[in-house]
């Protein structure tokens, strides 16, 4: 069955860091596109970046955050730099049907971020 | 900026059929957009539901059916049950990006 876990979510200075992980099993990875979507505390869901035959990013986080994959390890990451206040946020990843990524299936459980000083 | 827009919250009683819309700053929204549409719960991730407007998933229960209505996504939801109180959410595709309407609170009362 199908499992995405995410992980490498916890607090973080504003300016700083972070890298997310998220461990695929179950189909074959680098055959999709990942998307990794995020909900800050008590709002909706906002897109943040999708791999598959390209790389695509809104532009609240073109330019600080990073996707990319290793195929060889099943595992999708997320490269966060330049952290402010407004990225805090539960951080899913989550699978589409191809590599052009026209609807999601499955999703992860979630890894929290909070940026705070 | 785009800007997908859901009814902020509805209200049904069990038994009864309500109907969700997904609208797009950009215009009428077709087959093209790829209406997905998802399911969250308080605590849990989302869970998909319904793809390219109108397909369903092996686990989305039959009472849920997707279309496109009045130049909207739309979502239905025929005999409705306590435990289909949650919060959906659509999401449109733009060409290299994506964007979520802001979520209705569906309530079951």
């Known amino acids: 069955q199908v499992q995405l876990v995410e992980s490498g979510g916890g607090v973080v200075q504003p300016g700083g860091s972070l890298r997310l992980s998220c461990a695929a099993s179950?189909?074959?990875?680098?055959?999709?596109?990942m998307h990794w979507v995020r909900q800050a505390p008590g709002k909706g869901l906002e897109w943040v970046a999708f791999?598959?035959?390209?790389?695509y990013y809104p532009d609240s986080v073109k330019g600080r955050f990073t996707i990319s994959r290793d195929n060889s390890k099943n595992t999708l990451y997320l490269q966060m730099n330049s952290l402010r206040a407004e990225d805090t946020a539960v951080y899913y990843c989550?699978?589409?049907?191809?590599?052009?990524?026209?609807?999601?299936?499955?999703w992860g459980q979630g890894t929290l971020v909070t940026v705070s000083s | 900026q785009t800007v997908v827009t859901q009814e902020p919250s509805l209200t049904v009683s069990p038994g009864g059929t309500v109907t969700l819309t997904c609208a797009s700053s950009?215009?009428?929204?077709?087959?093209?957009?790829?209406p997905n549409w998802f399911q969250q719960k308080p605590g849990q991730a989302p869970r998909a539901l319904i793809y390219?407007?109108?397909n369903k998933h092996s686990w989305t229960p039959a009472r849920f059916s997707g279309s496109l209505l009045g130049g909207k996504a739309a979502l239905t939801l025929s005999g409705v049950q306590p435990e289909d109180e949650a919060e959906y959410y659509c999401?449109?595709?733009?060409?290299?990006?994506?964007?979520f309407g802001g979520g209705t609170k569906l309530t079951v009362l």
């Open positions: 390219i407007t109108s």
């Open positions: 950009t215009g009428v929204v077709t087959s093209g957009y790829y």
């Open positions: 999401l449109l595709y733009y060409g290299g990006s994506w964007v």
């Open positions: 179950g189909f074959t990875f680098s055959s999709y596109g």
């Open positions: 989550a699978k589409t049907n191809g590599a052009s990524g026209t609807f999601t299936d499955y």
């Open positions: 791999d598959g035959t390209n790389k």
